[in-house]
């Protein structure tokens, strides 16, 4: 044993479950009644790890999410992203409202597909066009069949702890354990049963230039594109290692293969432009979800014309029974209109809100002695229990999850909601009060 390492305080986990289920009776019976009819009793796989039993909702307002025990949260979940304005902006709920009354989907033409459209290529710089559709797997999809025409290669590189959507092929490696990864011998993990063998994806590590080069070298004239979460919010917010975005724009160009980033969680967060503004690096596509529809069914491609120039002559299929639809844009539209009227100001609010609370979790964290690091910027950061700051996903591994479960439920008892997996987002509805209230109830739950 380790006879340096401070002794953590403890959460108290056993009282605030208590607590807890005491409070959230409601919820538990009906996560019992609705696992009778719907498989798991939620809606997406991932909701189920909720402990100690998932949540019911009444409704959301702002920065603040109601359950229906009438318990109050402040919410840093968004929806796991999307709320980029908070629960129910007015701006975005009023123009849904108002532009529904003439339809809900056409399955054809209308004013808000080319508006939507013109405004995203003003503002993402690989954007010489876009297409649209409603999921970020959807659309990622659309980007790797785009490069795979582009290119005439079958292959693609993704990095360990990278997710991109639960399609087969990209649903590999995501959250390996330690002994699969040690068993695995660099070779793709599929997270589920039931994946078709994944034949057509090769897996490097995040900020390790040798895996990627390697991935060349072993796959000569077969990889068709690097896609990448270009700050790996899935997994740490782990931020690309000073030169690693540019040595990945300078490996795909040498081999004859497009970058694809993977902007569902870093458009519209990261900035206007998102990752690619904020890094500063040019990809050849980008796929956007979650935020861009602020809370509605919108994902999106933009990339260059050399390529977007396939889907326009029909060689590459885009389809989709729902895309475009008026739902999906109206949101886009309200959400993109507020964004841009006063960015610098907002994304500026965002970010230094955003750091402020990192920090300040982290400072209260580490008085009461528990070794913790954060990543991440001010509208999306990651925290751990871990003595060392990953820089890559395996360095992950070392974060003692067991800690941050206990931490969770004292916040949740305190009223007070970050995502499951270590994750903070915050909206331009959070106020410097609410980051007060946050860091309050952090002390309550720490002390
Ligand atoms: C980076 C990234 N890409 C793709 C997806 C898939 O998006 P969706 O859940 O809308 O299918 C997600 C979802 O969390 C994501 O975080």
Redesign the pocket.
């Known amino acids: 044993m380790d006879h340096q390492t401070q002794v953590s305080q403890p959460f108290s986990p056993a009282l605030h479950e208590q607590k807890v289920r005491a409070k959230t009776g409601g919820s538990l019976e009906r996560w019992q009644r609705a696992s009778r009819s719907l498989a798991g009793g939620v809606s ?1 796989g991932l909701r189920r790890s909720a402990f100690p039993h998932p949540l019911y909702f009444t409704h959301g307002s702002g920065a603040k999410l109601y359950d229906v025990d009438g318990n109050e949260y402040l919410d840093y979940t968004l929806a ?2 999307p709320n980029i304005l908070g629960n129910a902006p007015a701006e975005v709920v009023e123009a849904v409202r108002e532009t529904i009354q003439n339809g809900l989907t056409f399955g054809a033409q209308h004013d808000l597909e080319y508006e939507v459209a013109e405004m995203l290529t003003q503002i993402i710089p690989c954007a010489d066009r876009v297409c649209f559709a409603n ?4 659309i ?1 999809q659309v980007a790797l069949r785009l490069a795979r025409a582009a290119t005439g290669r079958a292959k693609f590189l993704k990095f360990e702890g ?5 399609d087969d092929s990209v649903l590999q490696s995501y959250h390996p354990s330690a002994e699969q990864l040690a068993a695995g011998n660099g070779a793709p993990i599929s997270v589920g049963a039931g994946q078709i063998p994944a034949a057509s994806t090769v897996v490097a590590q995040w900020n390790n230039p040798d895996s990627v080069r390697e991935a060349f070298e072993k796959n000569p004239g077969e990889i068709s594109a690097i896609i990448c ?1 270009p700050l790996l ?2 997994s740490g917010c782990i931020a690309p290692q000073l030169g690693f975005l540019e040595f990945l724009r300078d490996i795909t160009t040498q081999n004859g293969a497009l970058l694809i980033f ?4 870093t458009g519209f967060r990261l900035g206007l432009a998102g990752a690619q503004g904020f890094y500063g690096i040019t990809p050849d596509l980008a ?1 956007y ?2 935020a861009v529809g602020a809370g509605a ?1 919108l ?1 999106v491609l933009a990339g260059r014309q050399q390529y977007m120039e396939l889907i326009e002559s029909g060689k590459v299929v885009h389809a989709g029974t729902l895309n475009g639809n008026l739902i999906a844009l109206s949101a886009a539209r309200a959400a993109l209109t507020f964004l841009m009227r006063d960015a610098d100001a907002i994304y500026g609010n965002l970010f230094r809100r955003g750091e402020r609370l990192r920090d300040g979790i982290l400072s209260i964290l580490r008085e009461h002695g528990h070794q913790v690091c954060a990543a991440g910027e001010g509208p999306v950061f990651h925290l751990a229990f871990i003595a060392k700051q990953p820089r890559t996903y395996r360095d992950l591994l070392a974060a003692d999850a067991r800690a941050y479960r206990d931490f969770l439920l004292a916040l949740q008892d305190e009223g007070v909601m970050p995502l499951p997996d270590g994750r903070w987002y915050l909206s331009t509805a959070h106020t410097d009060d609410d980051i007060d209230a946050t860091l309050e109830a952090v002390r309550r739950a720490t002390e």
């Open positions: 997406s796991w992203g999921s970020g797997t959807e990622v990278h997710y991109h959507g639960w979460e919010c899935n993977d902007e569902v969680i796929t979800a979650k069914p994902s």
